[in-house]
Structure formats: C-alpha cells, structure tokens
C-alpha cells in the first residue's frame, strides 16, 4: 500500500499542486487498473466521466514526468549524492529538480542560447552548462549563483564534463576541438585538436588521465589529460558518433553512432568489444550503471534501451516519451535513470522493474490523426506503421486496417456519407477505401511530395488534398482525375471546404476554387464546440476539468458530442467519454 501510495503521489504530483481536486478525477482516472489507491477510492471519479480510458495494468518503470521547460531538453545529469538531477535546455536554461518529489530546486539562467549539456562536479559543489552561445558556465549547485563563464571555442559548444577529482572541466565543440580548462581558475589547460569533424561528446576516465571524445567523422579519439597527446583512435562507426562514456573501471568505452548502434571497446587494446543493436534511428547518448553491469542507451526512436554488458543481451526498453531522447543518466546507485526529450519533459525510471513493466502497449510508431464518421459510430486513425486503423466508437474494437503503401499516412478524412476514407501518403498519393469492405477505391496520383492534409466537399463529389510541393490538388472522387491544381506560397498543412462551395479553409489563409458544388451545402459536424483539448487539459468551455497524465497526451484528437478520441504516439488511441449535463450541473 505505501509503495502504491508513494508512485500514485509521484506520478500524479504536478497537477496534486496545482490543482488539488485533480486527485480525485485525473490521478485515479490515469492510475493502473490494481492500483491499490484507485480501488479504495475509484467511487470518488467523478460521475461526469462515464467512459474510463484503457489504462495499463500495473505501475511501469516510470517514476516521475518533470515538466517545467518551455523547449526541447537536450540533456540530464544526477548530483553525486542523487538527491537533485540537471536538465539543459533549448530554452536557454538549466533546471535543477528535486528527484525524491520533483520539485523544481531552482532554475540557471544566463545563455543566451540553447544549453546541450549540464554535468555536477563529483564534489557536488559545481554545475557545468555548455550552450551554443559558445561558451561554458560554472554555477554554484547550492545557490544557484554564477561561478564564471569559460569562453574560447569559435563555435557552439556540444558537452562538459569534470574530471574525476572536480579540478578540471573538459568541454567539446563544433569548432572540432575539446578543451582543457581549470574549475578553479577558469584558465586554459590546452586544446586537443586532431577530429576533422563537429566533435559531439567528451568523458573522463575514471582515473582522470585520459579524455574520450566523439566526432562527427565517425571516430572517438583517447587523449592523455597531462600530455595532450593522443592515445589512439577508436574506429569502427560508419556514422558520426554522439556520444562516448567510459565504464566505471575505466576498462571499457561505450560509443553512440546515428549509425543506430552502440559499441563497446577496450580501453587499453582499443578492440572492439562488441556491437549492440536494437535501435530503429540514430542512438544520441550512452552511459554505464555504477556497477557496470549495464549500458543505456537513448535514441531518436523515442526510446532508451537497456543492455547487459556481460552477455550484451538487451535486458529492457523503456518508453514513453514523444520525441526523441537525447540524454540518459543512471542514478548514483543504479535504482533510477533519467532521460530528457526534445518533448520538453525529464522522465525518471525505475530501473529494477523494467524487466515487467518498462514497454508501454501499442504500436512503436505514433498516430498523426485521428477523425469519426460522421454517424460517429467509426473512428479512422492514422499512423506512421503505414496504415488506417477503424476502430468502433461504443465498444472500440476493430473494424479493419486498411494497409497498402510502404510509407507513412499523414492524414485521413471520411466521406459524408461515411462510405469512404480518404487516406494520404508521404509518398505524395491520396488512396480512397470503401470503410465497408476495406477495398481499395483507387489512388489519386499527381503530387511530387508527401500529403499532409485531406477533405471531402460536403457533397462527396471531391477530394482536395495539400502537399509538401506546395500545391491543393482538387480531384473527382469518382473518376479519380484532377479537377484543378492551386499553388500556394507555403505548405499547407490542415484544410476543409467551405460552406459556400467555391472556396478551401486553409492554416494559410482562404483559397479560392471557383467550382460551386453540386448540391446542398453545409458539412454535419455533430461535435460540441464546447468540449476540446487544450495542451494537458480536457477543457467545457473555458473551464480546465479533466488533467491529461503526459502518458495518454496525443499528437491529434477528434471529439464528437461527448466522447473524446485521442491519438498518441506512442501508437495508443484513448476514448474517453463524459456526461456534460451532469458535468455542466457540477462546476
């Protein structure tokens, strides 16, 4: 009961402080099924919500969402005692965070660009940021107070890190040098040129005498921290590798190429070890669990993975955020990882239990759209595994996935009649499909680039569709040929038609058509426009009533009456379902 009291607490502690009465309707609404907290106190949801999300069974490895940066966050780093993790970011900051609550411990400001990394002095005295403005920052970790700017790169700077005894910081640069300074002084202690390349990530060993740092030209380069002088080049990549760490004996180098793999090397022969794959993008950091016995890595596929550096056999994925990862660190003692996302967000895992619960369910790729019928008895997703998923709106079981091309959907839109789905492609094309039988009703081909946008008219007699080409193509539904091409000045990227029949609503502006259509105007809606989602919040009117958790967050959502369809990527689609008279009597 105290270990769910304590993740039901951590995992719902933003919205408990800000808006307290979300404990009662969002917290136990998005809490696993045996949740010990949801079953004692589930009668207290509100009656309004008459429809419960699918929600997992039990706690996953996810610990903590810490939310608070307006832009993407490119790394993280735990204090020596683990009591506080750093997160930089593209919105010019560091944050610092409490990991046992989550609270915010104060934020570092000073760049005047994007921050790519933050590191803690192993004394815990100091944090190290280094930015695109070119520049390194020493602030105090206690106050927060600045303790001097390390300025000499020509260009933004990639990473930081201290040495091992705190005296010395290592920075790495897209000028293609890693320099030396003195934490106490600021001085220069030497620049270490030889990468032709953007020169990603820099370590320390564990004994302080020798740096690692990885390129853009597919190398890692060792360097003698007393010396200067190289100490060999480990080769192998066949992409520019992000990141290289070294294991905790100082044995061992692990790198992270864009070449999707991570490899592990001898540090003193510099043979490679091993190559570990599993990543379906770029993998863009690394690092080593204090006892060594695992490698995690973070990659562009949204995920960290887990491995055993033993038997180099994955031991755990862990998922859920909604963007790339670009930063992981393990815990002093090993129990948590954090990785930071360009989603914005800091997620803090669990990392002995990611052998049971550390996937989240679903497809491995997102859901782009969403829309219903419009009898609303039908929901249409879009996803980027190539296919159109129909879903019944009462029970949400399958009614068929509509699958032929190799490539992304960007878009989907039904008929007015509901008989058709329109479905649009990265590959430029525009498929129809009978939703009854889920046979193909033709390819409307013209396009040189990806659809991103696609409508019927309101009389079903055309399809109109927007592409990356920067043209709306308007099309016959039936004979499949082009009506008229209209250039725009940029891409368009959401349209309907117009009630009037001679014109496109566009995220552009209004585009003339000039083609009346051929009966009755109007297009059924059925939707409450006064039920919508607004950033983390299921709004009525311009009230806040139900708080998304970060998991169940979409990419799109549809809303017809009273039910609330939200496409997520990580490829779930959620239904939730409210009762606005009771909801309307109650706030």
């Known amino acids: 009961m105290i270990y769910d009291a304590n993740r039901f607490v951590l995992s719902n502690r933003s919205v408990i402080e800000k808006a307290p ?24 949801i509100p009656p309004w919500v008459t429809r419960l999300p699918a929600v ?32 930089a970011s593209n919105d010019d900051t560091v944050r610092l965070w409490d990991t046992g609550t989550g609270a915010s411990r104060g934020t570092l400001e000073g760049h ?11 004394d815990g005295r100091m944090v190290a940021s280094a930015s695109d403005d070119r520049t390194v920052r020493l602030w105090d970790a206690v106050t927060g107070a600045s303790r001097g700017t390390l300025e000499g790169h020509s260009r933004g700077v990639n990473t930081v890190a201290f040495s091992p005894n705190s005296q010395m910081v290592a920075s790495a640069s897209n000028d293609r040098t890693v320099r030396l300074w003195d934490a106490g ?8 040129e030889g990468h032709s390349g953007e020169v990603n990530a820099v370590a320390f060993s564990p004994d302080g005498q020798m740096v690692a740092s990885a390129s853009d030209d597919r190398t890692v380069r060792l360097w003698d921290t007393g010396t200067g002088a190289s100490r060999g080049t480990l080769e192998g990549h066949s992409y520019g590798v992000r990141a290289v760490a070294f294991s905790p004996d100082g044995r061992m180098v692990a790198s992270a190429s864009n070449d999707r793999t991570v490899r592990l090397w001898d540090a003193g022969t510099r043979a490679s070890r091993c190559t570990l794959k599993g990543h379906s993008r770029g993998v863009n950091a690394v690092a080593f669990s204090p006892d060594g016995q695992m490698v995690a890595s973070a990659s562009d596929d949204r995920a960290v993975r887990l491995w055993d550096t033993g038997t180099r056999a994955s031991c755990g994925t862990l998922e859920g955020h909604s963007d790339g990862v670009h930063a992981v660190a393990f815990s002093p003692g090993g129990q948590m990882a954090a990785s930071a996302s360009w989603d914005g967000t800091v997620r803090l895992w669990d990392t002995g239990t990611r052998a049971s619960h550390g996937t989240l369910e679903g497809r491995p790729d997102g859901v782009p759209a969403v829309v219903f019928s419009p009898d609303g008895q039908m929901v249409a997703s879009a996803s980027d595994d190539c296919t159109v998923r129909l879903r019944d709106t009462e029970t949400e079981a399958s009614r068929g996935t509509l699958k032929s091309h190799s490539l992304e959907v960007h878009a989907v839109a039904f008929s007015p009649d509901g008989q058709m789905v329109a479905s649009a ?15 193909s009703r033709g390819t409307l081909e013209g396009h040189s680039l990806g659809v ?4 019927f008219s309101s009389d079903g007699q055309m399809v109109a569709s927007a592409s ?6 308007l099309w016959d539904a039936g004979t499949r040929e082009t009506i008229k091409e209209l250039k725009t000045y940029a891409v368009v990227r959401q349209l309907s038609f117009a009630s009037d029949g001679f014109h496109l609503v566009t995220d552009r502006g209004v585009l003339e058509i000039g083609l009346p259509l051929a009966c009755q105007r109007g297009s059924p809606s059925g939707s409450s426009p006064a039920l919508y989602v607004s950033n983390e919040w299921v709004m009525w009117k311009t009230k806040e009533v139900l708080w998304l958790h970060p998991d169940y967050r979409g990419s799109c959502e549809a809303i017809r009456d009273n039910v609330v369809v939200i496409g997520q990527l990580s490829g779930q689609v959620t239904f939730i379902e409210l009762d606005l008279d009771t909801l309307s009597l109650s706030i």
């Open 56 to 87: 997992r069974d039990d706690w996953n490895s996810l610990l903590q969402v810490l939310e608070g940066h307006s832009g993407g966050v490119n790394a993280v780093a735990f204090s020596p005692d683990g009591r506080m993790v750093a997160s």
């Open 425 to 439: 492609y990265n590959d430029g094309t525009v498929r129809l499909w009978d939703t009854r039988t889920g046979t």
């Open 21 to 44: 009465l979300q404990t009662y309707c969002s917290a136990l609404v998005f809490s696993p099924k045996t949740s010990e907290i949801r079953r004692q106190f589930g009668a207290q």
């Open 185 to 192: 002084t600021r001085a220069s202690r030497g620049t270490l």
């Open 468 to 473: 990356d080409d920067r043209t709306v193509r």
């Open 112 to 122: 005047s660009r994007g921050v790519n990394a933050a590191a803690f002095s192993p």
């Open 452 to 455: 991103h946008a696609v409508a």
